[in-house]
């Protein structure tokens, strides 16, 4: 078998589902994705049943747009009908319509909406790996009735894993979302709880000396300093762990991440840059010199996915080298450096085995933005080095507002 997972996506969220392919095969799980895995001449069609038939498990990124995609109904259909273990990925705050609805009303999902969403893809690796070890290699992942998957929820009720069936008909019959009587049930629910809770606070706050300043320890209002009394605290000292009921602050600042991220997209939409670079061939003793143009367009920040998507184009000598989509994952970003674009095209230059071919110098000169994440990179070209100083504190920020860690 020549892979294990098969991701079912809508070509909108392609960005996406390329993180979620790059995250399971860094793990070592074999996966499949169209269009990369279709064969130049094998028929789309064709590709898709051999794949979802030869998987052991169907990874769905379910948003808005695989929602409404017949093609996704298809696919998921066709998985339910091969006994195929689907895991849907859910990347938007939205309910399966009807007819994903019938296939994938009990399974068990895993929850993406809140930032990093590579904490996310750490969870789903994990939980695929689970699966593929407690079946028998080639054989699809049968999903245990009562396995339980972390950091996730339900689309019924049930809020567990059914059995993979072996034909849509003998397929548990999925329960709603949630139904008009379900939510008046809820609604009341919680206004008892609420009144309940007000009661409370005001017979156990409505005594004499209560009106003083909260006791060290207690939970505080997000966004208000902590209270403290001179002298009390202890070096070291670990501050009392809340009620588990109390609300807990967001490990990020959304306000600022959101500003930061649209600063990102304004300052990484740069356009076209036109510049000569000069390169000494030292093998052969002889200089010569390419015209080369670097294009990066439609730029999306998204600070729900901490994720920064783009496209870059590059010609070289009036031929174009590269067009292709890009993207980087803030948590997963090592170092942030701004240097001169020679310095970053030696580097390459060697990486790619010409460590001969050194360039001396761009006209004009420009700086190099490189965003690294391990052992990979994406760059930006400036003519402004003040510019690229400004988007290197702005990812900067936006890395440790999405819980990254910097090595500079």
Not at 116 to 138: D, Q, V
Not at 282 to 302: E, I, M, Y
Request: proline fraction near 9%; charged fraction near 15%; glycine fraction near 6%.
């Amino acid at each position: 078998m020549a892979h294990d997972v098969f991701i079912s996506h809508s070509a909108k969220d392609k960005a996406t589902a390329d993180a979620v392919c790059a995250m399971l095969e860094s793990n070592g799980i074999r996966c499949w994705i169209a269009p990369r895995d279709v064969l130049a001449s094998m028929e789309w069609g064709e590709a898709i049943i051999d794949a979802i038939e030869q998987c052991r498990i169907m990874v769905l990124v379910f948003t808005a747009n695989a929602n409404a995609s017949p093609q996704i109904r298809r696919e998921v259909e066709r998985a339910v009908n091969r006994g195929v273990a689907i895991l849907p990925l859910r990347m938007e705050d939205v309910l399966p319509g009807k007819s994903l609805e019938y296939f994938i009303g009990n399974v068990h999902w895993l929850d993406a909406l809140s930032p990093p969403f590579e904490a996310h893809l750490t969870n789903l690796a994990g939980t695929i790996k689970i699966l593929l070890a407690r079946s028998a290699p080639g054989a699809p992942a049968t999903l245990p009735q009562e396995v339980r998957l972390p950091a996730s929820g339900g689309f019924g009720a049930a809020g567990r894993v059914p059995e993979a069936a072996g034909a849509h008909e003998k397929a548990p019959a999925p329960r709603p979302f949630w139904s008009a009587r379900a939510w008046t049930w809820a609604s009341g629910t919680v206004a008892a709880l609420l009144l309940a809770a007000v009661f409370i606070g005001v017979h156990f706050n409505s005594g004499p000396g209560n009106s003083g300043p909260a006791p060290l320890g207690s939970p505080q209002p997000i966004g208000a300093p902590p209270q403290s009394t001179p002298g009390t605290a202890e070096p070291g000292g670990a501050a009392p762990a809340p009620p588990a009921s109390s609300p807990q602050p967001a490990p990020y600042n959304s306000a600022s991440l959101r500003d930061t991220m649209k600063a990102i997209q304004k300052e990484l939409s740069i356009g076209s840059v036109s510049y000569t670079a000069f390169i000494q061939d030292k093998t052969a003793g002889s200089s010569f010199q390419n015209s080369v143009v670097r294009q990066v367009s439609k730029v999306v920040a998204d600070p729900a996915q901490c994720r920064v998507s783009y496209h870059w184009k590059i010609w070289r000598n009036g031929a174009v080298t590269a067009d292709k989509d890009a993207w980087f994952l803030l948590p997963a970003v090592t170092s942030v450096v701004v240097e001169p674009m020679s310095q970053l095209l030696n580097e390459e230059n060697a990486t790619q085995g010409h460590p001969n071919d050194v360039v001396t110098s761009t006209t004009p000169p420009l700086s190099a933005l490189v965003v690294r994440r391990a052992s990979i990179h994406n760059e930006f070209p400036f003519t402004d080095i003040d510019s690229a100083n400004r988007f290197a504190i702005d990812v900067k920020q936006a890395v440790k507002l999405c819980g990254g860690h910097l090595a500079n």
